[in-house]
Protein backbone atom coordinates (compact mmCIF):
# COMPACT_ATOMS: atom_id res chain seq x y z
CA UNK A 1 0.00 0.00 0.00
CA UNK A 2 2.97 2.07 -0.04
CA UNK A 3 2.17 5.54 -2.26
CA UNK A 4 -1.44 5.36 -2.26
CA UNK A 5 -3.92 6.41 0.45
CA UNK A 6 -7.81 6.94 0.39
CA UNK A 7 -9.90 9.04 1.82
CA UNK A 8 -14.02 8.31 1.84
CA UNK A 9 -15.97 11.49 2.76
CA UNK A 10 -20.05 11.02 3.13
CA UNK A 11 -20.66 9.69 -0.74
CA UNK A 12 -17.25 10.64 -2.35
CA UNK A 13 -14.12 9.60 -1.84
CA UNK A 14 -10.20 10.86 -2.99
CA UNK A 15 -7.23 8.00 -4.24
CA UNK A 16 -3.71 10.21 -3.41
CA UNK A 17 -1.42 8.16 -5.34
CA UNK A 18 2.27 9.42 -4.88
CA UNK A 19 5.00 6.90 -6.56
CA UNK A 20 7.91 6.50 -8.44
CA UNK A 21 7.14 8.69 -11.28
CA UNK A 22 3.32 8.95 -10.58
CA UNK A 23 1.86 11.66 -8.29
CA UNK A 24 -1.96 11.92 -9.02
CA UNK A 25 -4.82 12.74 -7.45
CA UNK A 26 -8.42 10.77 -8.00
CA UNK A 27 -11.62 11.39 -7.17
CA UNK A 28 -14.99 8.87 -7.25
CA UNK A 29 -17.97 8.76 -5.58
CA UNK A 30 -19.36 5.90 -3.38
CA UNK A 31 -22.34 3.87 -4.70
CA UNK A 32 -25.67 3.45 -2.90
CA UNK A 33 -24.54 0.18 -1.65
CA UNK A 34 -21.73 2.15 0.18
CA UNK A 35 -19.01 0.69 -2.73
CA UNK A 36 -16.07 2.62 -4.34
CA UNK A 37 -17.28 3.68 -8.06
CA UNK A 38 -14.49 4.17 -10.16
CA UNK A 39 -13.21 7.67 -10.45
CA UNK A 40 -14.38 10.30 -12.23
CA UNK A 41 -11.87 12.80 -12.42
CA UNK A 42 -7.88 12.39 -12.58
CA UNK A 43 -5.59 14.77 -11.91
CA UNK A 44 -1.64 14.31 -12.49
CA UNK A 45 0.66 16.33 -10.06
CA UNK A 46 4.19 17.49 -11.34
CA UNK A 47 7.19 15.17 -10.69
CA UNK A 48 8.36 17.11 -8.04
CA UNK A 49 5.28 17.77 -6.22
CA UNK A 50 3.53 15.03 -3.60
CA UNK A 51 0.42 16.04 -1.10
CA UNK A 52 1.96 15.94 2.28
CA UNK A 53 -1.58 16.87 3.92
CA UNK A 54 -5.29 16.61 2.64
CA UNK A 55 -8.54 17.16 4.23
CA UNK A 56 -12.26 17.25 2.50
CA UNK A 57 -14.24 20.37 2.96
CA UNK A 58 -17.74 21.27 2.32
CA UNK A 59 -16.25 24.88 0.54
CA UNK A 60 -18.81 27.49 -0.93
CA UNK A 61 -17.53 29.55 -3.76
CA UNK A 62 -18.50 32.34 -2.32
CA UNK A 63 -17.45 36.11 -3.26
CA UNK A 64 -15.09 37.56 -1.40
CA UNK A 65 -15.87 40.23 1.22
CA UNK A 66 -14.19 43.46 2.56
CA UNK A 67 -15.84 42.61 5.88
CA UNK A 68 -14.14 39.89 8.17
CA UNK A 69 -16.40 37.21 9.88
CA UNK A 70 -16.56 37.26 13.78
CA UNK A 71 -15.12 34.89 15.18
CA UNK A 72 -16.78 31.30 15.18
CA UNK A 73 -19.35 32.39 12.01
CA UNK A 74 -20.23 30.47 8.78
CA UNK A 75 -20.48 32.13 5.85
CA UNK A 76 -23.57 33.38 5.11
CA UNK A 77 -24.48 31.43 2.09
CA UNK A 78 -26.92 28.35 2.45
CA UNK A 79 -24.58 25.31 3.54
CA UNK A 80 -26.58 23.66 1.26
CA UNK A 81 -24.77 24.87 -1.54
CA UNK A 82 -21.71 23.34 -0.86
CA UNK A 83 -19.68 20.85 -2.06
CA UNK A 84 -17.14 18.14 -0.89
CA UNK A 85 -13.93 19.42 -1.86
CA UNK A 86 -10.43 18.30 -1.58
CA UNK A 87 -8.11 21.04 -0.03
CA UNK A 88 -4.42 19.65 0.00
CA UNK A 89 -1.42 21.24 0.59
CA UNK A 90 1.76 20.06 -1.53
CA UNK A 91 5.52 19.78 -0.75
CA UNK A 92 6.23 22.55 -3.03
CA UNK A 93 4.47 24.62 -0.24
CA UNK A 94 1.11 25.82 -2.21
CA UNK A 95 -2.17 24.68 -1.69
CA UNK A 96 -4.56 23.21 -4.35
CA UNK A 97 -8.13 22.43 -4.11
CA UNK A 98 -9.22 19.20 -6.24
CA UNK A 99 -13.02 19.37 -7.53
CA UNK A 100 -14.26 18.86 -10.75
CA UNK A 101 -12.43 21.69 -11.78
CA UNK A 102 -8.62 22.41 -9.76
CA UNK A 103 -8.13 25.40 -7.93
CA UNK A 104 -4.61 26.64 -6.95
CA UNK A 105 -4.36 28.55 -3.76
CA UNK A 106 -1.83 30.54 -2.43
CA UNK A 107 -1.38 30.41 0.88
CA UNK A 108 1.53 30.47 3.73
CA UNK A 109 3.45 27.35 3.46
CA UNK A 110 1.25 25.22 5.87
CA UNK A 111 2.67 21.84 7.54
CA UNK A 112 -0.71 20.54 8.22
CA UNK A 113 -4.76 21.46 7.69
CA UNK A 114 -7.91 20.82 9.55
CA UNK A 115 -11.56 21.03 8.43
CA UNK A 116 -13.43 24.31 9.86
CA UNK A 117 -16.34 25.91 8.84
CA UNK A 118 -17.01 26.22 5.18
CA UNK A 119 -13.36 26.72 5.50
CA UNK A 120 -9.83 25.25 6.04
CA UNK A 121 -7.38 26.03 9.16
CA UNK A 122 -3.79 25.51 8.16
CA UNK A 123 -0.58 25.14 10.50
CA UNK A 124 2.36 27.26 10.25
CA UNK A 125 5.62 28.21 12.52
CA UNK A 126 3.46 30.73 14.88
CA UNK A 127 -0.10 30.57 13.99
CA UNK A 128 -3.55 28.53 12.78
CA UNK A 129 -4.75 30.47 10.07
CA UNK A 130 -8.24 30.31 8.04
CA UNK A 131 -8.70 30.72 4.36
CA UNK A 132 -11.26 29.74 2.57
CA UNK A 133 -11.35 29.93 -1.30
CA UNK A 134 -11.43 33.38 -1.52
CA UNK A 135 -8.40 33.99 0.26
CA UNK A 136 -7.20 34.71 4.03
CA UNK A 137 -10.46 35.27 6.50
CA UNK A 138 -7.92 37.37 8.69
CA UNK A 139 -8.70 35.24 12.13
CA UNK A 140 -5.82 33.93 13.44
CA UNK A 141 -5.00 31.82 16.44
CA UNK A 142 -1.22 32.07 18.13
CA UNK A 143 0.52 28.28 18.10
CA UNK A 144 3.45 26.25 18.51
CA UNK A 145 4.47 24.88 15.18
CA UNK A 146 2.65 21.35 14.58
CA UNK A 147 2.93 18.51 11.97
CA UNK A 148 -0.65 17.00 12.77
CA UNK A 149 -3.80 18.94 13.24
CA UNK A 150 -7.48 17.80 13.81
CA UNK A 151 -10.48 20.16 14.00
CA UNK A 152 -13.03 19.25 16.98
CA UNK A 153 -16.19 19.30 17.90
CA UNK A 154 -17.54 21.52 20.44
CA UNK A 155 -20.59 21.51 22.49
CA UNK A 156 -22.88 24.26 21.73
CA UNK A 157 -23.29 27.64 24.19
CA UNK A 158 -26.66 27.15 26.15
CA UNK A 159 -29.19 29.85 25.72
CA UNK A 160 -26.97 32.19 23.30
CA UNK A 161 -27.29 33.65 20.12
CA UNK A 162 -22.94 33.80 19.80
CA UNK A 163 -21.75 31.20 17.01
CA UNK A 164 -20.58 28.36 18.68
CA UNK A 165 -16.84 28.40 18.77
CA UNK A 166 -14.55 26.12 16.88
CA UNK A 167 -11.54 24.00 18.59
CA UNK A 168 -8.96 22.31 16.77
CA UNK A 169 -5.70 19.71 18.37
CA UNK A 170 -2.57 20.39 17.15
CA UNK A 171 0.08 18.02 17.45
CA UNK A 172 3.97 18.42 17.25
CA UNK A 173 5.97 15.54 18.04
CA UNK A 174 4.51 14.22 21.35
CA UNK A 175 3.09 17.85 22.26
CA UNK A 176 -0.76 18.04 22.00
CA UNK A 177 -2.14 21.93 22.15
CA UNK A 178 -5.84 21.87 22.71
CA UNK A 179 -7.04 25.73 20.16
CA UNK A 180 -10.22 27.30 20.41
CA UNK A 181 -11.37 30.29 18.26
CA UNK A 182 -12.05 32.65 21.69
CA UNK A 183 -8.59 32.43 22.71
CA UNK A 184 -5.65 33.10 21.69
CA UNK A 185 -3.44 30.02 23.38
CA UNK A 186 -3.81 26.51 23.71
CA UNK A 187 -6.03 25.48 26.51
CA UNK A 188 -5.40 22.50 27.93
CA UNK A 189 -1.39 21.58 26.75
CA UNK A 190 -0.12 18.25 28.04
CA UNK A 191 2.78 15.78 26.66
CA UNK A 192 2.31 12.24 25.26
CA UNK A 193 4.70 9.24 26.02
CA UNK A 194 4.40 8.65 22.04
CA UNK A 195 4.78 10.93 19.00
CA UNK A 196 1.44 10.28 16.92
CA UNK A 197 0.58 10.17 13.61
CA UNK A 198 -3.25 9.91 13.59
CA UNK A 199 -5.72 10.98 15.53
CA UNK A 200 -9.69 10.87 16.15
CA UNK A 201 -12.39 12.63 17.87
CA UNK A 202 -15.23 10.43 19.46
CA UNK A 203 -18.62 11.43 19.77
CA UNK A 204 -18.12 12.38 23.68
CA UNK A 205 -16.65 15.18 22.83
CA UNK A 206 -13.72 15.41 25.40
CA UNK A 207 -12.22 11.96 24.84
CA UNK A 208 -9.59 12.25 21.53
CA UNK A 209 -7.46 9.03 20.52
CA UNK A 210 -4.19 9.05 19.39
CA UNK A 211 -1.87 6.51 17.58
CA UNK A 212 1.12 5.61 16.01
CA UNK A 213 2.23 2.65 13.66
CA UNK A 214 2.17 0.31 16.53
CA UNK A 215 0.25 2.30 19.61
CA UNK A 216 -3.03 3.50 20.34
CA UNK A 217 -4.09 5.65 23.45
CA UNK A 218 -7.59 7.64 24.27
CA UNK A 219 -7.63 10.60 26.38
CA UNK A 220 -9.89 12.45 28.32
CA UNK A 221 -8.87 16.32 27.44
CA UNK A 222 -10.70 17.59 30.45
CA UNK A 223 -9.22 14.96 33.03
CA UNK A 224 -6.54 13.67 31.65
CA UNK A 225 -6.89 9.94 32.30
CA UNK A 226 -6.49 8.20 29.67
CA UNK A 227 -6.48 4.55 28.44
CA UNK A 228 -3.70 2.38 26.02
CA UNK A 229 -5.45 0.00 23.63
CA UNK A 230 -3.31 -3.42 22.74
CA UNK A 231 -3.01 -3.49 19.33
CA UNK A 232 -1.38 -6.46 18.91
CA UNK A 233 -1.34 -8.44 15.53
CA UNK A 234 -1.68 -5.23 13.98
CA UNK A 235 1.42 -2.91 12.40
CA UNK A 236 2.04 -0.03 10.27
CA UNK A 237 -1.36 1.91 11.59
CA UNK A 238 -2.53 4.08 8.68
CA UNK A 239 -5.77 5.47 10.18
CA UNK A 240 -8.43 5.51 12.91
CA UNK A 241 -11.87 5.62 12.54
CA UNK A 242 -14.82 6.59 15.44
CA UNK A 243 -18.79 5.59 14.79
CA UNK A 244 -21.43 6.21 17.43
CA UNK A 245 -23.91 3.85 17.26
CA UNK A 246 -26.89 3.08 19.54
CA UNK A 247 -25.70 5.63 22.63
CA UNK A 248 -22.03 4.23 22.28
CA UNK A 249 -18.49 4.68 20.77
CA UNK A 250 -16.47 2.54 18.90
CA UNK A 251 -12.78 2.62 17.95
CA UNK A 252 -11.66 1.27 14.84
CA UNK A 253 -8.12 1.09 13.87
CA UNK A 254 -6.81 0.22 10.49
CA UNK A 255 -3.38 -1.33 9.32
CA UNK A 256 -0.82 -4.17 8.29
CA UNK A 257 -2.86 -7.57 9.92
CA UNK A 258 -6.29 -5.72 9.01
CA UNK A 259 -8.85 -3.94 11.54
CA UNK A 260 -9.32 -3.55 15.45
CA UNK A 261 -12.71 -2.68 16.62
CA UNK A 262 -13.24 -1.37 20.40
CA UNK A 263 -16.11 0.07 22.64
CA UNK A 264 -14.86 2.82 24.02
CA UNK A 265 -15.91 2.66 27.48
CA UNK A 266 -13.60 5.36 29.11
CA UNK A 267 -11.75 3.53 31.87
CA UNK A 268 -9.62 6.21 34.68
CA UNK A 269 -6.50 4.73 34.68
CA UNK A 270 -4.18 3.03 32.37
CA UNK A 271 -5.48 -0.58 30.48
CA UNK A 272 -4.60 -2.79 28.25
CA UNK A 273 -7.60 -3.20 26.56
CA UNK A 274 -7.78 -6.05 24.01
CA UNK A 275 -9.36 -5.69 20.62
CA UNK A 276 -13.14 -6.69 21.33
CA UNK A 277 -13.72 -6.85 17.36
CA UNK A 278 -11.08 -8.19 14.77
CA UNK A 279 -11.21 -8.51 10.98
CA UNK A 280 -8.08 -10.10 9.22
CA UNK A 281 -7.20 -9.34 5.88
CA UNK A 282 -4.47 -10.54 3.49
CA UNK A 283 -3.96 -6.96 2.64
CA UNK A 284 -3.33 -3.72 4.32
CA UNK A 285 -6.56 -2.12 5.15
CA UNK A 286 -6.17 1.88 4.36
CA UNK A 287 -9.84 3.10 6.06
CA UNK A 288 -12.89 2.00 7.54
CA UNK A 289 -15.99 4.13 7.21
CA UNK A 290 -19.57 3.61 8.50
CA UNK A 291 -22.39 3.41 5.65
CA UNK A 292 -25.57 3.25 6.00
CA UNK A 293 -25.70 -0.69 4.69
CA UNK A 294 -22.89 -1.12 7.26
CA UNK A 295 -19.29 -1.23 8.14
CA UNK A 296 -16.66 -0.91 5.24
CA UNK A 297 -13.05 -0.81 4.79
CA UNK A 298 -11.03 0.01 1.74
CA UNK A 299 -8.04 -2.19 0.83
CA UNK A 300 -5.85 -1.91 -2.42
CA UNK A 301 -5.22 -4.02 -5.69
CA UNK A 302 -2.64 -2.33 -6.53
CA UNK A 303 -3.10 0.97 -6.96
CA UNK A 304 -6.87 0.89 -7.35
CA UNK A 305 -9.09 1.15 -3.86
CA UNK A 306 -11.81 -1.60 -3.34
CA UNK A 307 -14.29 -1.74 -0.57
CA UNK A 308 -15.29 -4.67 1.19
CA UNK A 309 -17.88 -5.33 3.84
CA UNK A 310 -17.43 -5.92 7.03
CA UNK A 311 -19.38 -8.29 9.48
CA UNK A 312 -20.10 -6.43 12.76
CA UNK A 313 -22.08 -7.18 15.42
CA UNK A 314 -21.76 -4.39 17.83
CA UNK A 315 -24.01 -6.16 20.46
CA UNK A 316 -21.52 -9.79 20.11
CA UNK A 317 -17.97 -9.44 20.11
CA UNK A 318 -15.69 -11.10 17.84
CA UNK A 319 -13.24 -11.95 14.99
CA UNK A 320 -13.64 -12.42 11.43
CA UNK A 321 -11.51 -13.40 8.60
CA UNK A 322 -12.22 -10.88 5.42
CA UNK A 323 -11.61 -12.12 1.85
CA UNK A 324 -9.74 -9.54 -0.04
CA UNK A 325 -8.82 -8.92 -3.55
CA UNK A 326 -5.58 -10.83 -4.49
CA UNK A 327 -3.20 -8.00 -5.27
CA UNK A 328 -2.41 -7.79 -9.17
CA UNK A 329 1.33 -7.31 -10.01
CA UNK A 330 3.05 -4.17 -10.89
CA UNK A 331 5.18 -3.36 -13.71
CA UNK A 332 8.28 -3.35 -12.72
CA UNK A 333 9.72 0.67 -12.54
CA UNK A 334 13.34 0.66 -13.46
CA UNK A 335 13.82 3.46 -11.38
CA UNK A 336 13.15 1.63 -8.44
CA UNK A 337 15.16 -1.58 -8.85
CA UNK A 338 18.15 -0.14 -6.55
CA UNK A 339 16.04 -0.44 -3.62
CA UNK A 340 14.52 -4.02 -3.72
CA UNK A 341 17.64 -5.56 -1.49
CA UNK A 342 18.04 -4.26 1.93
CA UNK A 343 21.59 -5.58 3.71
CA UNK A 344 22.07 -7.91 6.73
CA UNK A 345 21.20 -6.68 9.68
CA UNK A 346 22.01 -9.15 12.51
CA UNK A 347 22.81 -12.26 10.33
CA UNK A 348 18.85 -11.49 9.19
CA UNK A 349 18.18 -10.33 5.51
CA UNK A 350 15.11 -8.42 4.28
CA UNK A 351 13.33 -10.18 1.98
CA UNK A 352 13.31 -9.53 -1.38
CA UNK A 353 9.75 -8.36 -1.28
CA UNK A 354 8.38 -4.80 -2.72
CA UNK A 355 10.04 -2.23 -0.60
CA UNK A 356 7.43 -0.13 1.21
CA UNK A 357 7.36 3.42 3.37
CA UNK A 358 6.07 0.97 6.41
CA UNK A 359 8.41 -1.97 6.26
CA UNK A 360 11.70 0.27 5.64
CA UNK A 361 10.23 2.83 9.01
CA UNK A 362 10.01 -0.62 10.78
CA UNK A 363 13.72 -2.13 10.05
CA UNK A 364 14.90 1.44 10.89
CA UNK A 365 13.58 1.95 14.17
CA UNK A 366 14.40 -1.74 14.64
CA UNK A 367 18.29 -0.89 13.64
CA UNK A 368 18.17 2.77 15.79
CA UNK A 369 17.44 0.63 19.15
CA UNK A 370 20.87 -1.60 18.32
CA UNK A 371 23.55 0.23 16.42
CA UNK A 372 23.38 3.90 14.36
CA UNK A 373 25.52 1.87 11.46
CA UNK A 374 23.11 -0.43 10.65
CA UNK A 375 20.64 2.60 9.83
CA UNK A 376 23.17 4.20 7.83
CA UNK A 377 23.38 1.11 5.65
CA UNK A 378 19.90 0.35 5.17
CA UNK A 379 19.43 4.20 4.29
CA UNK A 380 22.45 4.28 1.63
CA UNK A 381 20.55 1.02 0.27
CA UNK A 382 17.15 2.57 -0.90
CA UNK A 383 17.72 5.18 -3.66
CA UNK A 384 13.97 5.96 -4.57
CA UNK A 385 13.13 9.24 -3.91
CA UNK A 386 9.37 8.45 -3.04
CA UNK A 387 9.52 6.03 -1.11
CA UNK A 388 12.24 7.62 1.25
CA UNK A 389 9.99 10.68 1.38
CA UNK A 390 7.00 8.81 2.48
CA UNK A 391 9.86 6.53 5.20
CA UNK A 392 10.84 9.91 6.32
CA UNK A 393 7.55 11.67 6.64
CA UNK A 394 6.20 8.57 9.45
CA UNK A 395 8.83 9.38 11.83
CA UNK A 396 7.41 12.03 14.03
CA UNK A 397 9.82 13.43 15.38
CA UNK A 398 12.35 12.13 13.46
CA UNK A 399 14.76 10.45 15.77
CA UNK A 400 17.96 12.80 16.29
CA UNK A 401 20.10 9.77 15.83
CA UNK A 402 18.69 8.76 12.35
CA UNK A 403 19.77 12.27 11.24
CA UNK A 404 22.88 12.79 13.14
CA UNK A 405 23.95 9.09 11.44
CA UNK A 406 23.36 10.28 7.93
CA UNK A 407 24.28 13.74 8.31
CA UNK A 408 27.85 12.80 10.16
CA UNK A 409 28.20 10.19 6.95
CA UNK A 410 27.64 13.03 4.44
CA UNK A 411 29.94 15.82 6.13
CA UNK A 412 32.84 13.36 6.53
CA UNK A 413 32.83 13.08 2.60
CA UNK A 414 30.88 14.85 0.93
CA UNK A 415 31.94 13.92 -2.52
CA UNK A 416 32.37 10.09 -1.79
CA UNK A 417 29.02 9.51 -0.32
CA UNK A 418 25.98 7.92 -1.47
CA UNK A 419 23.84 9.82 -4.10
CA UNK A 420 20.96 8.01 -1.84
CA UNK A 421 22.33 9.21 1.78
CA UNK A 422 21.94 12.96 0.33
CA UNK A 423 18.45 12.07 -0.90
CA UNK A 424 17.66 11.10 2.88
CA UNK A 425 19.48 13.92 3.53
CA UNK A 426 17.35 16.49 1.95
CA UNK A 427 14.30 14.48 2.96
CA UNK A 428 15.38 14.53 6.83
CA UNK A 429 15.76 18.76 6.35
CA UNK A 430 12.62 19.78 4.23
CA UNK A 431 10.23 17.64 6.52
CA UNK A 432 11.83 18.32 9.89
CA UNK A 433 14.27 20.92 9.59
CA UNK A 434 12.36 23.18 11.79
CA UNK A 435 12.40 20.50 14.93
CA UNK A 436 15.64 19.87 14.25
CA UNK A 437 17.01 22.99 14.52
CA UNK A 438 15.03 23.88 17.79
CA UNK A 439 16.85 20.48 19.27
CA UNK A 440 19.96 21.92 20.79
CA UNK A 441 21.42 18.46 20.54
CA UNK A 442 21.58 18.66 17.05
CA UNK A 443 22.69 21.89 16.54
CA UNK A 444 26.61 20.71 16.27
CA UNK A 445 25.68 18.36 14.18
CA UNK A 446 24.00 20.63 11.96
CA UNK A 447 27.04 23.07 12.02
CA UNK A 448 29.83 19.92 11.16
CA UNK A 449 27.01 18.88 8.48
CA UNK A 450 27.95 22.75 6.97
CA UNK A 451 31.48 22.38 7.98
CA UNK A 452 31.77 19.44 5.93
CA UNK A 453 29.52 20.87 2.45
CA UNK A 454 31.79 24.44 2.98
CA UNK A 455 35.15 22.00 2.26
CA UNK A 456 33.41 20.36 -0.38
CA UNK A 457 32.53 22.97 -2.00
CA UNK A 458 36.12 24.48 -2.10
CA UNK A 459 37.48 21.30 -4.62
CA UNK A 460 34.17 22.13 -6.77
CA UNK A 461 35.60 25.29 -8.58
CA UNK A 462 38.87 23.12 -9.06
CA UNK A 463 37.05 20.66 -10.53
CA UNK A 464 34.77 22.51 -12.95
CA UNK A 465 37.86 24.28 -14.18
CA UNK A 466 39.83 20.63 -14.74
CA UNK A 467 36.39 19.44 -16.71
CA UNK A 468 36.32 22.90 -18.80
CA UNK A 469 39.94 21.69 -19.73
CA UNK A 470 39.74 18.35 -20.57
CA UNK A 471 36.41 19.42 -22.38
CA UNK A 472 38.63 21.88 -24.94
CA UNK A 473 41.43 19.49 -25.15
CA UNK A 474 38.68 16.92 -26.35
CA UNK A 475 37.35 19.04 -28.84
CA UNK A 476 40.51 20.18 -29.89
CA UNK A 477 41.89 16.70 -30.57
CA UNK A 478 38.62 15.65 -32.21
CA UNK A 479 39.07 18.95 -34.79
CA UNK A 480 42.44 17.86 -35.36
CA UNK A 481 41.28 14.32 -36.44
CA UNK A 482 38.78 15.69 -38.83
CA UNK A 483 41.74 18.15 -40.51
CA UNK A 484 43.71 15.47 -40.63
CA UNK A 485 40.89 13.18 -42.37
CA UNK A 486 40.31 16.15 -44.73
CA UNK A 487 44.39 16.39 -45.87
CA UNK A 488 44.33 12.84 -46.82
CA UNK A 489 41.14 13.01 -48.76
CA UNK A 490 43.14 16.38 -50.90
CA UNK A 491 46.35 14.02 -51.52
CA UNK A 492 45.06 11.39 -52.80
CA UNK A 493 45.44 11.05 -56.62
CA UNK A 494 42.77 9.54 -58.72
CA UNK A 495 43.46 6.39 -60.79
CA UNK A 496 43.40 7.13 -64.21
CA UNK A 497 40.05 6.06 -66.07
CA UNK A 498 40.41 3.43 -69.42
CA UNK A 499 39.31 5.60 -72.20
CA UNK A 500 37.28 4.18 -75.29
CA UNK A 501 38.37 3.00 -78.18
CA UNK A 502 37.20 5.58 -80.81
CA UNK A 503 35.78 4.85 -83.90
CA UNK A 504 35.86 7.24 -86.41
CA UNK A 505 33.15 7.47 -89.35
CA UNK A 506 35.14 5.90 -91.76
CA UNK A 507 35.21 3.03 -89.60
CA UNK A 508 39.14 3.29 -88.53
CA UNK A 509 40.49 3.23 -85.19
CA UNK A 510 42.84 6.27 -84.37
Same mark, same amino acid.
Given at each position: ?414 ? *? ?7 ? =??? @? #?? !?? +?????? &? ?10 ? *? ?7 ? =??? @? #?? !?? +?????? &? ?36
Amino acid at each position: MAGVTCYVYNDVYANVIAKAGRNEVQLGSVSAEGHLEPPQHRYELAGDEAVIDSVWVPLQPAAPSNKKRKQGSSSPSSSSNTSPMLWCVLSSGQSRVFSPSPIDIDTPKFTAIARGINSVWGATDSKLVEYTLSGPTGLTINSEPANLLKELAVNAPKKSSKPTPQSFCAIADDSVGIYKTTRKTANPTFSLDFAPTSVAQSARISTIVFANSDRVQARDIETLNHATYNVSGLSDITSLTTVNKAGYDYLFVCGTGGVSGYRLDFIDSATNERPQWRWSTETPVSQVYHHATGLKAVVYQGIDPVSVDLEWDDEKPGKYIVDTPTPQPQPEDKRSSSLLELPETNGSVVDGAEITPERLHQRLVAALDEDSTQSVAICASCADDTVIKETVKRFRPVPAPLFEAVAEEVASDPS *SSSSSLSTW =LKW @L #LL !LH +GGALAK &NPLVVPTLQRLQ *SGLDEGMKV =LSH @L #LA !LQ +GRLQLL &NCQGQLREEEEDDDEDEDEVPAPQPVADIEYANGEAE
